[in-house]
């Protein structure tokens, strides 16, 4: 087959080059971003019903729903949360699961638990849960708040504009409270026409709303019907509600009026302490982040010309200026490893030979880009950093080929023989060793979660790549070789290359002077060596560990929620004098609050839970004077201490997928007021287990005013409760009704008796008592049917597929023994439970990370029984590849031995290194016995086999690794603090591996030819 392709080698020469074309193609298309797009296996279902109490949403609304949800196939968990007039269901799809038919049925669910709704709730809504990823974020400022109100229609248009984009998914502003269209009724008006409420709702949806004719065929031709009706929000006054007592027609403006007004603000911000408006866009799924930054920025500088001059638009945030940094830092680091790995190459072969691996380096890589696109994995720092990985392994398939060919050519074979036998000797270790590296990074493809999601692109790059690099090393080197020693006349040096002198009296030290005096007593060395490796296993313990590091970026986000009933006023002045006691510390350059709903997904960062009385800071530090870390440690203590009713934590970017909080406490029964009871107690335990914070997710108890009513006055009255919250809510907030829609400008509207937000009158509302024997009902003021009383009552009721549970979460004030501790606590809780309705279990963070560790070690395995079958089907036998895994265990304690000296935390990437090393380190072994077999079957004795395997292959072994650690070299020295540790984990243990291997796998081969031939054999 070899020889075919070699007597048509130019036509393959043109094939490579149509895919190296290709390659550079997909290269340009591959959309750039910071890190990779993941999916969110969740979505959400929210029902509004107006005025309800927490305890009617939880009966009428959230059971319901999660009644239809939990008898689903493919949903692994249903979590809810039921408030004053509110209704949030969290539905996370199992892994594996066709999401879109998921979400399919739970919309079915959904539709048919909404047939049994309260009329007054509306439909609820359902949204498949996205990775919001902002790519450019503004600041609008001014002096004055008053100067950037007038900007609400630009910005409207602003919004239209660039979410008209090609690219951009979405558009949010903050800070700009919305308009709404509010009806305002005048009671004694109302009393005087003798018109009620439902009159007028019904008045407003039957104008603007009619019912949809459709169409008829008249005189053979189809016309649409319909009817005029008002589409203007300036002729809400003039709608038709009926006739008074005298017979006069009422309209809307008779009894009320309808006027345009902002909304409650859900936001206050400020940029350094000034007004401001934020305007972030959002990137759709799948673009490249630098195109789509470029456009909205080329936009919103044209939009920005028509701003008055007292308002000062600022670039805040751009996603691509990150993008090109880090792109920038990492490509930095793979030229630097292409030209270290050329450089290496030619210490040990001819100026011919590197040329040639010099070659394959960039159509390896390249080929490798091709498929990506068709498995959705795109440019980001882990699929470079895989790459970089890739870069020094897929040389190692080259300079095997090249120097056996070279070997060959060094025995005196011709051009074409050289090429073809020195490949045939050396095709089966090169295809079962590339196969072992895939083997090994497969599993890694199908790692759950977002730890899985998040490292997808470095198995997926490494394997394409090497699958690549091993067409190249089996074709194009053994093609390129032919066609250039086939124009010379020159013999192949002895000693060739930069290095080749030495490392020719190398491998004779190392067969003579190590191998033969070894041979002796191998099994006492093999042992040896092994005890030796087993011994470094424990440095582990002396190893600091961090799941995933703090990116080393500038930004630090300061989450505050101030005790329940802070308005949001309060609120922003609260994190104004937070902001100015953070301003004290030298290294903090530059400030910004977000009162209220919080960053818009700016810096990895939103607020789970907003309100009023929640925000956040965004600060940016000066990092020649300060670190994101240090400004947390100087100030989250000071912040606390300062504001003891508060919860605040302080954050910064952390490298990989959101982490939680260190340790979950979840709380589970029928019963709130025993729930509460129980949180209480573990609270208190907790803290005085270590925790330096505990939170939960139900909150304390709101300040709430009781309208009690006078049961028996409501039945003498013929008065229902309803009718009376009706009328409060009326009379407070006003009660919503269809959104203002005329396909040009969309408003909310709601209707209102008096003024929103007056303090309530319950003398001026009245509601209709029920008729006696036929007479006129009579009219009761609400002051004689209810009393007030104030109060504390619970607002938020959360639900775990579909049982009241509370859950808390615990940071630590000391990392040592703190779940340990805490499950002491849970433990001591269980004991004192009584009824077997409540229950509590402990999670969190570290749960998180022990069952990633346990799915990477059931990975592990799988990839250690991949390999030993792949090597048996090579050697065919049982045992062989038992002494081939030596060098991963090798490898394994040189990765731990490298973390140790280094003092680099053991973390997800450092992990991720260590299976990578699986695939890495088994080539070499694999070679060296390979040709310890076929010295034996040429009938060497087998020491002589054994010592001659180890002269011939010490030369592209020392190579091979050499290459792959200087490849990462540039990416260890970097600094980077997520890539680092998965850098030093694999140089080390190279390093480690091949010294060992080298002579231990040696010994032990000796070793095992002396164990019988009948347990060996796959044959047998």
């Known amino acids: 087959m070899l020889g075919w392709i070699l007597k048509r080698s130019k036509i393959f020469i043109i094939l490579f080059v149509l895919f190296v074309i290709i390659g550079v193609f997909t290269f340009m298309q591959l959309p750039q971003r910071e890190i990779p797009e993941t999916t969110v296996n969740i979505g959400t279902v929210n029902t509004v019903y107006p005025g309800a109490t927490v305890d009617s949403v939880e009966r009428t609304i959230t059971n319901p729903l999660e009644s239809k949800l939990l008898s689903l196939n493919g949903i692994e968990e249903v979590s809810s949360s039921s408030a004053a007039g509110f209704s949030t269901l969290i539905v996370t799809v199992s892994d594996g699961e066709d999401k879109k038919e998921v979400f399919s049925n739970i919309r079915q669910a959904v539709s048919d638990a909404a047939a049994g709704f309260p009329e007054e709730a509306f439909e609820p809504e359902i949204n498949e849960a996205t990775v919001k990823m902002p790519v450019v974020s503004y600041h609008l400022t001014s002096e004055k708040m008053e100067n950037l109100l007038p900007l609400q229609k630009d910005l409207e248009r602003w919004k ?139 936009k919103v500088e044209e939009l920005s010309e028509g701003l008055p001059e007292n308002v000062t638009l600022i670039n805040y945030y751009s996603q691509a200026s990150l993008v090109t940094d880090v792109f920038d830092g990492l490509f930095f680091s793979l030229a630097i490893s ?7 190459t030619a210490l040990g072969l001819t100026a011919s030979g590197a040329f040639v691996v010099a070659l394959a380096i960039p159509i390896s890589v390249l080929m490798g880009l091709i498929p990506l696109p068709f498995v959705e994995v795109d440019l980001n720092q882990i699929s470079v950093i895989g790459a970089i990985i890739a870069l020094g392994i897929l040389v190692d398939d080259s300079i095997v080929v090249n120097d056996n060919i070279q070997r060959r050519y060094k025995l005196g074979d011709n051009a074409f023989n050289g090429a073809v036998n020195g490949t045939k000797e050396i095709w ?88 033969k005096p070894f041979s002796k007593k191998p099994k006492l060395a093999g042992i040896l060596g092994l005890v030796f490796t087993t011994a470094i296993f424990g440095l582990a313990a002396f190893t600091p560990f961090e799941f995933f590091p703090a990116a080393d970026r500038k930004e630090v986000t300061i989450d505050v929620s101030l005790p329940i009933g802070t308005t949001l006023e309060e609120t922003a002045g609260e994190l104004e004098k937070i902001e100015k006691m953070l301003l004290t510390d030298e290294g903090v350059k530059e400030t910004s609050v977000f009162a209220g709903t919080g960053l818009p997904y700016l810096f990895n960062s939103s607020l789970n839970v907003t309100g009023p009385n929640t925000g956040q800071i965004a600060v940016r530090v000066d990092r020649e004077k300060q670190t994101a870390q240090g400004l947390i440690d100087d100030w989250i203590s000071v912040l606390r201490e300062e504001y003891p009713g508060a919860e605040i934590f302080m954050e910064t970017i952390q ?130 049917l209810v009393d007030e009383k104030r109060t504390e009552e619970i607002q938020r009721i959360p639900h775990l597929n579909g049982d009241r ?84 265990y090798l490898a394994l304690a040189g990765a731990i031995l490298g973390l140790f000296v280094t003092q680099t935390p053991i973390s997800f990437l450092a992990v991720m290194g260590m299976v990578s090393l699986t695939g890495i380190v088994v080539r070499n072994a694999v070679v060296l016995i390979e040709f310890m077999e076929q010295g034996l079957r040429s009938g060497m004795p087998i020491k002589e086999a054994v010592v001659e395997a180890g002269r011939t292959r010490i030369r592209p072994i020392l190579l091979t690794a050499l290459t792959s650690i200087v490849a990462l070299v540039p990416v260890a020295a970097s600094g980077d603090t997520l890539f680092m540790p998965l850098a030093i984990t694999i140089i080390s243990g190279i390093m480690f591996s091949v010294i060992l291997t080298l002579i231990i796998v040696p010994m032990m081969y000796l070793a095992f030819k002396k164990v019988p031939a009948t347990y060996t054999t796959l044959d047998q």
């Open 160 to 298: 239209e504009e660039v979410e008209s984009i090609k690219g951009v998914s979405s558009v949010t502003i903050k800070g700009l409270p919305e308009e709404e269209i509010v009806i305002q009724l005048d009671l004694d008006l109302l009393k005087e026409n003798g018109i009620i409420l439902p009159d007028v709702i019904d008045a407003i949806n039957e104008e603007y709303y009619p019912t949809p004719i459709g169409k008829q065929e008249i005189n053979q031709q189809v016309v649409q019907l319909t009817v005029d009706h008002y589409t203007s929000d300036k002729l809400i006054e003039d709608v038709y509600i009926g006739k008074s007592p005298l017979g006069e027609p009422v309209v809307i403006g008779d009894v009320g009026k309808a006027k345009i007004v902002q909304k409650q603000k859900e936001d206050i911000v400020t940029l350094d302490g000034e007004p401001s408006i934020s305007f972030t866009a959002f990137v759709e799924e799948g673009q490249d982040i630098p195109t789509v930054d470029e456009r909205v920025s080329e």
């Open 428 to 515: 089966v270790s090169i295809v079962t060793s590339s196969l072992a590296i895939v083997f090994t990074f497969m599993p890694l493809i199908f790692l759950s979660g977002g730890n899985g999601a998040f490292i997808r692109a470095l198995p997926t790059v490494l394997i394409t790549t090497i699958l690549a690099s091993t067409l190249v090393a089996l074709i194009f080197v053994p093609m390129l070789r032919f066609m250039l020693y086939r124009k010379t006349s020159k013999k192949v040096p002895v000693a060739p290359g930069l290095l080749g002198r030495p490392l020719n009296k190398a491998a004779d030290v190392y067969a003579d002077k190590i191998l």
């Open 655 to 784: 490298q990989g997928p959101p982490a939680g909080a260190p340790v979950t406490v979840t709380v589970k029964g029928p019963e709130v007021e025993k729930l509460l009871e129980i949180r209480d107690g573990l609270t208190a335990q907790m803290e005085g287990a270590g925790a330096d914070f505990v939170v939960d997710n139900i909150g304390k108890p709101e300040p709430t005013l009781k309208y009690v009513p006078n049961r028996e006055l409501l039945k003498d009255y013929d008065i229902k409760v309803n009718q009376i919250s009706e009328q409060i809510r009326l009379a407070t907030k006003g009660i919503p009704l269809k959104a203002f829609d005329n396909g040009v400008a969309k408003r909310d509207m709601s209707i209102l008796l008096g003024e929103k937000d007056e303090p309530l009158d319950l003398t001026k509302l009245e509601v209709a008592a029920g008729s006696a024997a036929g007479g006129s009902p009579s009219i009761v003021s609400l002051d004689t």
């Open 805 to 888: 549970a509370i859950t808390l979460r615990a940071f630590p004030k000391d990392e040592d023994n703190f779940k340990d501790n805490i499950q002491k606590v849970v433990d001591k809780e269980r004991e004192k439970l009584d009824d077997q309705d409540y229950s509590i279990s402990i999670g969190g963070e570290n749960q998180a990370q022990n069952d990633f560790f346990a799915e990477i070690t059931v990975l592990f395995i799988i990839v250690i029984f991949l390999v030993y079958l792949l090597i048996a089907f090579q050697f065919n036998s049982l045992g062989l590849p038992f002494l081939v895994l030596i060098a991963v």
């Open 338 to 344: 292409v030209i270290a790995v050329i450089v290496t």
